[in-house]
């Protein structure tokens, strides 16, 4: 028995970048935040952006559903055969992050059937401010909350919030109808944050998911270079 | 044998996809037969002596060397349901995963490579712990744990029960754990000279009919 890691196996057992027929695999984007958000839309206005340019493909995590992989399929973002969904007996938390395999499982299994893949975006079951994916299991994430949630939430923190490679703050078309100060949310986040990226985002302004979209192509051309 | 090595390999955080699975208490719960810890305790002892018994021998028999190929078989024959055939090679296949990262062996190695969907969760189960030094009465009992701690916990959440009161029941399980571990070690070391027609078979029909009607619900909280 040893315990240092094997290379020589006929697949991959962790987040290599290297899959085993030698290409390196696609870069895979997580998106997390809380239920109703707006995670989901921001994955098919994403797929819709990207599709033409890029070869991406989609796992959802749903909590006890498949309306999240319904909606995409009937929202027509991609083919079918490009979106999987995975089940995560009431807890979506432990599915990105304590236990990784059936996410995993789902990543390779797609770059198997539909790939070469460039992107892979896996969509969180919705959660709490806590969630956030395991480094095994995705490249970088992206945690997107609400005006509609309450203007406090940025202020709160939490590993989401905090340490999420993007914070999206999504809806501020509903800010004035739900008294949020965007603002004052901005200014919050970025506190919390640092130096990380922070978006304002409305999905139905023309603008929509452009600023993300943005930032993927660059978490993309840094991927692709390394 | 490492007492702590069997900890890892049987602590309920084993990233090995078992938090997602009921072990068909999810169905039993719908059906009104688990309704209290009575219900649970009852639904645990069958499900021991029935697909514990069976995945206990599995295990050991993988964790003595024998062809985990002709287990593989041996598994398919004795799961008539085809929803419970895909979650054991599902549940194979993450197990697989866990066990290379963890214990790496070419044993494991080898069936991956033949199986790349997934082995049966049981022949895997005892061939990572072969490949972590184990032996066969350890992957009897890691697999008749299994066997009851999964829809223990699955049933704290599907019927809010009380987590002490789901822990009792497991307490209260143990003597007969290590019995029914035992057996399944007894039929083990007797394939060798007998053939896999050895192992035990039992079968749990309201399981197999649970099982398969789980799968056709489009809102449910455990993949099983």
């Known amino acids: 028995m040893h315990l240092d890691h094997s290379h020589d196996g006929p697949a991959a057992v962790s987040a290599d970048a290297v899959r085993p027929d030698g290409r390196r695999r696609a870069l895979r984007i997580g998106l997390g935040g809380p239920v109703g958000s707006g995670k989901t839309a921001t994955v098919a206005a994403l797929c819709r952006t990207l599709r033409d340019e890029l070869s991406l493909a989609v796992v959802t995590n749903d909590i006890y559903t498949r309306e999240d992989a319904a909606f995409l399929l009937r929202e027509a973002v991609l083919p079918p055969e490009r979106i999987t969904a995975v089940e995560t007996g009431a807890c979506p938390h432990t599915a990105i992050r304590d236990d990784i395999s059936a996410n995993l499982e789902a990543v390779e299994d797609l770059e198997d059937e539909v790939g070469p893949l460039d992107l892979v975006l896996v969509e969180s079951g919705g959660d709490n401010l806590t969630a956030t994916f395991s480094r095994g299991l995705v490249d970088a994430q992206v945690f997107v909350i609400d005006v509609a949630g309450g203007d406090d939430i940025p202020r709160k923190g939490g590993p989401g919030v905090t340490t999420a490679d993007l914070l999206v703050i999504n809806k501020t078309d509903l800010a004035p109808y739900v008294g949020s100060d965007l603002q004052r949310m901005e200014r919050d986040a970025k506190e919390q944050r640092a130096e990380l990226p922070v978006v304002l985002q409305s999905l139905r302004s023309e603008h929509g998911v452009t600023d993300v979209a943005t930032w993927v192509r660059e978490r993309l051309a840094a991927w692709t270079a390394a | ?224």
């Open chain 2, 1 to 224: 044998m490492s007492r702590a090595t069997l900890l890892v390999l049987a602590d309920g955080r084993f990233p090995a996809g078992g938090h997602a699975h009921s072990g068909g208490a999810e169905a039993a719960v719908a059906a009104g037969r688990i309704k209290d810890a009575a219900g649970l305790e009852a639904f645990c002892r069958g499900r021991l002596h029935t697909s514990g018994l069976v995945a206990a021998a599995l295990a050991a028999t993988a964790a003595l060397g024998v062809d985990p190929l002709l287990l593989d078989d041996a598994a398919d024959a004795r799961t008539p349901s085809a929803a419970l055939r895909t979650v054991a090679r599902k549940l194979g296949r993450q197990m697989m995963r866990a066990a290379r990262s963890t214990w790496p062996s070419p044993e494991l190695d080898a069936l991956a490579a033949v199986r790349p969907k997934g082995a049966h969760q049981p022949v895997v189960l005892g061939l990572a712990a072969r490949s972590a030094g184990l032996g066969p009465e350890d992957a009897a009992h890691v697999a008749v744990y299994e066997a009851v701690s999964g829809p223990a916990t699955a049933v704290v959440r599907l019927l809010s029960l009380d987590p002490f009161d789901a822990t009792r029941v497991l307490a209260r399980l143990a003597p007969e754990l290590d019995r029914v571990a035992a057996d399944a070690v007894a039929a083990a070391r007797r394939v060798p000279d007998h053939g896999v027609d050895a192992l035990p078979a039992a079968s749990a029909p309201l399981l197999d009919i649970g099982a398969e009607a789980h799968a056709g619900w489009a809102v449910r909280l455990f993949a099983s």
